[in-house]
Each structure stands twice: as C-alpha cells, then as structure tokens.
C-alpha cells in the first residue's frame, strides 16, 4: 500500500519556543522571521508570554512579516474562562493582537469553565465564527486541561453553529494523568492544529523535549491526524535549526512508513 504523502518544509509550524535555548530565554520573535524564511520554513506560532511590551512587539513582528510573509499562529497562554466565565474585554484585547498580526488562528487555555452561560454563548458564536480560526489547547493543568471538559464545551459550541476549535498538544495528557490515544479518539472532530512533542521523565519530573527523546507515541497522533496542522513544540537547543531538521526528517519517515 501506498505511504502517506511527505510533509512540505512550508508546510510545518514551528513554535517560538524552539527558539528559547538559543536566545537565552529571551526571544525577540520579530527577529526569527527572515531566519525562518531562510530555511524554507514558512509558518510560525507566535508566544506572547514571550513579549514584555505586547504592544511594542507585536507591531514589530507585523512590520518585519510585511516582508517575510509568514504564516503566522498565535499562541496567548492564557484562559478563555477567568473564575468560571469570559472575560470579553480581555478576549477582546487578544483578538485585537491577533488580528494585527493578520494571524490565522489564536489559542487559548480553557480555564476555568463549568457551564456555558447565555451571555458566554453570544460572545462566542460572535467571536469564533469570523475569518480568525479561535481555538483552546488542553493544557498541563488539572481545572482545564481534562478531556472531559473540553469535549463538553466543544459539542455545546458545535451544536450552536459556533465553530470553536482545538490544538490537542500530544503530550500535555501526561501531565494531567490522561489516556492522549483515548482523548484523540473522542475530541478529532474538534481539532485543527497539533503540537507534535515527547516528553521525558527524570527523577519524577516531567518536560517537553525533542521526538524519539521520551515516551510519547508521537508517530500514532502523525497518522492518526494526518491532514491536520503539525505544530513543533519544544525547546530545540543552542542550534534549533539542527534539531528542527530532524524532526523534519523523522516526521517525513513516519508518515511515509505509515499506512
């Protein structure tokens, strides 16, 4: 039988976060995007945790991609519902950030929900059913990081014609003691964006590192979220672009070997 078809270089999303090691914890974000484009690379999820002048940076990283031309996916890590609800001025500002960046989606944590108010309700449906796709990512949290929760709020929104969407990170699951293959199977419907990574295990401690590096079946969620947005996500050393290609080219080998 036929493998899948190869990942283009275009095509995969870096992180920010790939960018850390190298920079010493600070990454100036506008910086990366000639350096991305130089290396075939066309995509990039930007962190705003990242930015200590929001404002400042953003409108830098908007000015540099006139010329560069990426992609761009925002990343806000931060929560969609604060103490049970949304706070819609908050959101609003995000959005605001996103649409500036003329990103083409951005993710939240989902927070603390319990219930879907009618107020909530019309502020989504306003908010994620524009031409900026609005997604929430399970985190490494317990109150917004379960599967259960998240699928609750996805099938009330999808059945309320509100198209809000998901970025399943494939390894935060083990942080909040979760069954990753049980939870792609419920919530697939809901995901568009992935964040591809392994997670090791050291002295009883969790953390995010580079594919083959830990205990994740990284190569299952390739095949088993084939067509969908493939995100790196971890820190790739002090020569990021060693280790991207890498995961490049071990990507490209498993969807290839897959059937």
Same mark, same amino acid.
């Given at each position: 039988?036929?493998?899948?078809?190869?990942?283009?270089?275009?095509?995969?999303?870096?992180?920010?976060?790939? #960018?850390?090691?190298?920079?010493?914890?600070?990454?100036?974000?506008?910086?990366?995007?000639?350096?991305?484009?130089?290396?075939?690379?066309?995509?990039?999820?930007?962190?705003?945790?990242?930015?200590?002048?929001?404002? !400042?940076?953003?409108?830098?990283?908007?000015?540099?991609?006139?010329?560069?031309?990426?992609?761009?996916?925002?990343?806000?890590?931060? %929560?969609? /519902?604060?103490?049970?609800?949304? $706070?819609?001025?908050?959101? !609003? *500002?995000?959005?605001?950030?996103?649409?500036?960046?003329?990103?083409?989606?951005?993710? #939240?944590?989902?927070? $603390?929900?319990?219930?879907?108010?009618? =107020? *909530? =309700?019309?502020?989504?449906?306003?908010?994620?059913?524009?031409?900026?796709?609005?997604?929430?990512?399970?985190?490494?949290?317990?109150?917004?990081?379960?599967? *259960? %929760?998240?699928?609750?709020?996805?099938?009330?929104?999808?059945?309320?014609?509100?198209?809000?969407?998901?970025?399943?990170?494939?390894?935060?699951?083990?942080?909040?003691?979760? $069954?990753?293959?049980?939870?792609?199977?419920?919530?697939?419907?809901?995901?568009?964006?992935?964040? @591809?990574?392994? @997670?090791?295990? =050291?002295?009883?401690? /969790?953390?995010?590192?580079?594919?083959? +590096?830990?205990? @994740? $079946?990284?190569?299952?969620?390739? %095949? #088993? /979220?084939? +067509? %969908?947005? #493939?995100?790196?996500?971890?820190?790739?050393?002090?020569?990021?672009? *060693?280790?991207?290609?890498?995961?490049? !080219?071990?990507?490209?080998?498993?969807?290839?070997?897959?059937?």
């Amino acid at each position: 039988m036929r493998g899948v078809a190869n990942l283009l270089k275009e095509k995969l999303i870096l992180n920010a976060l790939a #960018f850390k090691d190298a920079n010493s914890g600070i990454v100036e974000q506008h910086r990366l995007l000639d350096w991305i484009l130089s290396k075939g690379y066309r995509r990039l999820e930007i962190r705003r945790e990242y930015m200590r002048n929001p404002s !400042q940076e953003i409108a830098l990283i908007a000015e540099s991609n006139q010329k560069a031309q990426l992609e761009l996916h925002y990343s806000v890590a931060d %929560k969609l /519902f604060q103490d049970t609800y949304i $706070d819609q001025s908050l959101i !609003q *500002d995000y959005m605001a950030e996103a649409k500036m960046l003329n990103a083409k989606s951005i993710t #939240f944590y989902l927070g $603390d929900y319990r219930a879907l108010s009618v =107020k *909530d =309700k019309v502020f989504l449906q306003g908010l994620c059913n524009g031409s900026l796709a609005v997604l929430i990512e399970n985190d490494q949290s317990l109150s917004g990081g379960k599967a *259960d %929760k998240i699928e609750e709020l996805l099938m009330i929104c999808h059945e309320n014609n509100i198209k809000l969407q998901m970025t399943f990170d494939i390894g935060n699951w083990i942080w909040t003691g979760e $069954d990753a293959e049980k939870n792609a199977l419920k919530l697939k419907p809901y995901v568009s964006n992935i964040h @591809v990574k392994d @997670v090791m295990i =050291k002295d009883g401690c /969790f953390s995010s590192t580079q594919l083959d +590096g830990g205990i @994740v $079946d990284w190569k299952y969620f390739l %095949k #088993f /979220f084939n +067509g %969908k947005n #493939f995100i790196l996500e971890y820190p790739c050393g002090m020569e990021p672009f *060693d280790c991207i290609e890498h995961a490049y !080219q071990l990507i490209n080998e498993a969807m290839i070997e897959s059937q």
